[in-house]
């Protein structure tokens, strides 16, 4: 009998390829609209699709860890239920894997990081202020496929936001 953990995985992994099956149509619509279109590396899609949403790179260490196995799993069953679920990557210590997130911000949220150029310079559309950056602070700005521009201090904190 499979355990709970095991057939959550098993249902993650069944709900992303429907999920990937039907979002390649819209895909492959975008790039047939947009010359200037770059696919996403392999790095960012293991976030995209990580039931957990944990940091791209850091999974990336682990997929490097599956690539040189004998392993045929799927990546996450094999990181979450399978032989990988108790390896510790030098660099990446499986505690720290777990806890540096990535939340997803909806239409609402995301709204207030919004910006609009005006006379060359950045404002945030709800609010007018302008968009002031420092060569001090990490800025995240993310060009969305409608081509809205959101732009955020990044957080220092183990939960990253992501539009």
Request: contains cysteine.
């Amino acid at each position: 009998m499979r355990s709970p953990q095991e057939m959550n995985t098993r249902l993650d992994n069944m709900t992303w390829r429907i999920w990937n099956l039907a979002r390649k149509k819209e895909v492959g619509k975008g790039f047939s609209k947009d010359d200037k279109a770059q696919k996403i590396t392999l790095q960012h899609w293991l976030e995209a699709i990580d039931p957990c949403h944990r940091y791209d790179h850091n999974l990336h260490l682990y997929y490097d860890i599956l690539c040189a196995s004998s392993s045929c799993k799927p990546f996450f069953y094999w990181l979450d239920v399978g032989k990988g679920r108790d390896l510790h990557h030098q660099k990446c210590p499986r505690s720290k894997l777990n806890s540096q997130l990535i939340m997803y911000l909806g239409p609402n949220e995301r709204a207030a990081y919004e910006v609009i150029v005006e006379e060359g310079r950045l404002l945030y559309k709800q609010s007018g202020d302008l968009v002031n950056t420092n060569e001090e602070s990490k800025w995240v700005f993310v060009l969305s496929t409608s081509k809205s521009l959101y732009v955020r201090l990044q957080s220092e904190c183990s939960v990253q936001l992501a539009f």
